[in-house]
């Protein structure tokens, strides 16, 4: 396809259990992006892979998250031991360095029992 | 943290009406996005300002990036049902991470 995927659209899982988050970017894109987004609000930048680079961490909000990237292709977004604020929509964009602009796919809408 | 604050955070108004909104933070960015997202879908992006002072048109839509390239508006004109959504900035830094706002809730009536 032409634009970004996610999977799985929506997510509903048991307080303690793992997810697995999964996001297709935009071929070619290098940059790769991932946003926490609670009802009604702006985006929390959680993750941000750029090529070969180590990623930038920074606003991973514990360490029950993490994220992988293989080359400029597929990311996952891991969250282990799941707990109801984990409940958002957890959006993926990626960019052609150099241009800026960020291609957001649909999310994935996370509900924590 | 480079915080950008966009005020309103929620605005209703009826069709036909202006409306400005507002993003502003501390911290000087090397360019600033503005994205119009609609439920149950990511954002997209409207426009990209890169130059202090510099002003962007998009049809009824007006952007404005200050001069300090610390913050910027929105301004529409003549609004209309299809342009409710949640309104959202982000500022690029020059490690190209970008940092989004806390987002403008607009609903305008028909």
């Known amino acids: 396809g032409a634009g970004v995927s996610q999977s799985p659209s929506n997510k509903v899982t048991e307080k303690g259990k793992d997810v697995e988050l999964r996001c297709d970017p935009i071929?070619?894109?290098?940059?790769l992006y991932w946003y926490r987004q609670r009802l009604g609000q702006g985006l929390e930048f959680l993750i941000y892979f750029q090529g070969n680079s180590a990623p930038d961490k920074s606003g991973l909000p514990s360490d029950r998250f993490s994220a992988e990237r293989t080359g400029e292709s597929v990311s996952t977004l891991t969250i282990q031991r799941t707990q109801q604020e984990d409940s958002a929509v957890y959006l993926c964009?990626?960019?052609?360095?150099?241009?800026?602009?960020?291609?957001f796919g649909p999310g994935t809408r996370l509900t924590v029992l | 943290t480079q915080l950008l604050e966009q005020s309103p955070q929620f605005l209703s108004i009826q069709e036909g009406e202006n409306l400005t909104v507002y993003c502003n933070s501390s911290?000087?960015?090397?360019?600033l996005q503005w994205y119009r997202q609609e439920p149950g879908e990511g954002p997209v992006l409207l426009v990209t300002v890169v130059t202090g002072g510099e002003v962007k048109k998009l049809k009824r839509l007006t952007f404005q990036f200050g001069d300090a390239r610390k913050d910027s508006s929105l301004h529409i004109t003549a609004a209309q049902p299809g342009d409710t959504g949640l309104y959202l900035c982000a500022g690029a830094d020059t490690g190209n991470q970008f940092y989004f706002g806390t987002g403008t809730s607009l609903t305008v009536i028909p």
């Open positions: 911290s000087v960015f090397s360019s």
């Open positions: 964009a990626s960019s052609q360095i150099n241009y800026g602009q960020q291609f």
């Open positions: 071929s070619g894109h290098t940059a």
